[in-house]
C-alpha cells in the first residue's frame, strides 16, 4: 500500500474538526468510498505509529482521535511543541577554546604560528573566548569555512602579536 499525504492530512484534518472528541467508524466511509478501505486504513495506521493520531478498535468499529503532535503538526506555527521543545545548548569557555583550538590545529598554517595562536586563545578571557566563538559562526554562515576561519585565526594571530608586546588582546579581537 502506498502512502498517501493528501489522505493523511485530510485525515488528520478530518480529526482536527472535531478535537479533542473521537471520530467513530462511520464517519469515515466517504474517504474509503474516495481512496479504499486499502488505502485509509494503511494511512491511519502510519499516522498512529508517528503519534499524529490516537486508534482504538472495539465491539462497536473503530474510534480515532487526533492527538496533541497531530494537533501541533497541523499548525502553522509548530503548536506547543515548537515552544516546548526548544532546545539550548550551553559551551564552556574551555569548551569553546578546546574546539577552536582543534581547528586551528588542523588549518594548514606553520607550527610556531599554530602555536602563537593556540597560546592566544588560552590566554584569552572568557568574554573574549565567547566574541570570539561567535565571530567564527557568524563567518562560517556568511561565507566559506576557510575564509571566514583563515580571517579570525588572522585576527587572532594579531592578538598574539599585541600579547606579546604587551598590548591587549581582547581589544585587537574585538571589531
Not at 12 to 34: G, I
Not at 121 to 134: G, Q
Request: charged content about 30%; proline content about 2%.
Amino acid at each position: 500500500m502506498k502512502l498517501d499525504r493528501p489522505l493523511q492530512h485530510e485525515l488528520l484534518q478530518t480529526l482536527a474538526d472535531t478535537y479533542p472528541e473521537d471520530r467513530s467508524s462511520e464517519s469515515w466511509d466517504s474517504l474509503v468510498n474516495r481512496y479504499s478501505y486499502d488505502s485509509v486504513r494503511v494511512n491511519i495506521f502510519y499516522l498512529h505509529e508517528h503519534g499524529l493520531v490516537d486508534w482504538r478498535v472495539g465491539e462497536a468499529g473503530f474510534t480515532l482521535r487526533a492527538t496533541h503532535e497531530g494537533m501541533d503538526f497541523l499548525s502553522d506555527d509548530g503548536g506547543l511543541a515548537a515552544i516546548l521543545n526548544v532546545l539550548t545548548i550551553r559551551f564552556h569557555d574551555d569548551t569553546l577554546k578546546a574546539m577552536i583550538g582543534q581547528k586551528i590545529q588542523e588549518a594548514d598554517l606553520d607550527p610556531a604560528d599554530k602555536r602563537k595562536f593556540v597560546d592566544a586563545l588560552r590566554a584569552l578571557p572568557a568574554d573574549a573566548t565567547k566574541h570570539l566563538a561567535m565571530k567564527l559562526l557568524d563567518c562560517h554562515v556568511a561565507v566559506h569555512e576557510h575564509n571566514g576561519i583563515d580571517a579570525e585565526i588572522r585576527r587572532l594571530h594579531h592578538a598574539a602579536s599585541c600579547a606579546e608586546e604587551g598590548g591587549s588582546c581582547v581589544g585587537a579581537v574585538r571589531r
